[in-house]
């Protein structure tokens, strides 16, 4: 008797199969972090800085924007094909913040609005 259920050629070729996804989709889920934790991190430079670095080359950064949204698009499809919960990060498609904008000829700070005041009782 053994304790290990035995297998056939078939269900170990395919165990090892899925296993090589997994290991694939796991090397993703960490590309997919570090895209996270770059982006956060390139959004958090000072407003000041973020528009000279987004305005610097506007074909640079559009083709910058272009390629990480096509990576992210492709790592989080093949991640969610993957539909592993242990593998639920997912890359980032846009840009980091909502108070700068791209106006047609550059990129702009846009201030949001302020808040209205609360009626007197």
Known sequence: M???TQKSQL???LAEKDAGVLRA????HHAATVL???NDRFWAIPTDRLLAVLNADLALTSATFAANTQ???AINALLDAVASPDLSRRAPLE???TDIIFDGTA???VAPPEPEPE???
Not at 25 to 28: D, E, G, I, K
Request: hydrophobic letters at 35%.
């Open 25 to 28: 989709a796991t090397a993703l």
């Open 71 to 73: 990576a992210g698009s």
């Open 2 to 4: 053994s304790l290990i």
């Open 11 to 13: 269900e170990q070729d």
């Open 36 to 38: 996270k934790g770059e």
């Open 119 to 121: 009626p007197e009782p």
């Open 107 to 109: 990129f702009v700070y």
């Open 95 to 97: 840009m980091g913040r």
